[in-house]
């Protein structure tokens, strides 16, 4: 597990899912490098991973400053995990789908943990 003011990250090992949480109610360039760093972090301790999810449910004010580095660590989430899902409010969403629409080519978007888990559980059931 790895943590900071910005961010925690929690792996649940038995549905193998690296889980990290954006803690803030604002991102901006220093945090999303701060959570890309954090991502990087906890891939090297969580190796075993397939999936990721990355809860940013109680940030309600992204700015278009953190976006490269929030793309960074979904290219090297992309490189590793299978589902890979954001969680974040509607606004929010439906913002970055105007401003940034090619990030949601690789990402699937719940608007909360429970859902996102379950989602990956059912695409795996007969798979492994």
Excluded: C, H, W
Excluded at 28 to 37: C, I, Q, S
């Amino acid at each position: 597990m790895t943590n900071s003011a910005i961010f925690e990250s929690k792996y649940l090992e038995d549905d193998k899912i690296l889980i990290t949480t954006i803690l803030s109610n604002t991102l901006d360039k220093d945090g999303a490098k701060l959570v890309f760093e954090g991502v990087n972090k906890a891939i090297e301790l969580n190796s075993g991973y397939k999936d990721f999810i990355l809860d940013a449910g109680m940030v309600n004010d992204v700015t278009i400053a953190s976006f490269g580095y929030l793309m960074k660590a979904f290219g090297v989430i992309n490189k590793t995990a299978g589902y890979m899902i954001v969680v974040m409010p509607e606004d929010i969403v439906q913002t970055f789908m105007i401003s940034n629409p090619e990030m949601f080519d690789f990402l699937a978007v719940f608007f909360n943990n429970d859902e996102a888990i379950e989602f990956i559980r059912s695409k795996r059931s007969g798979n492994e």
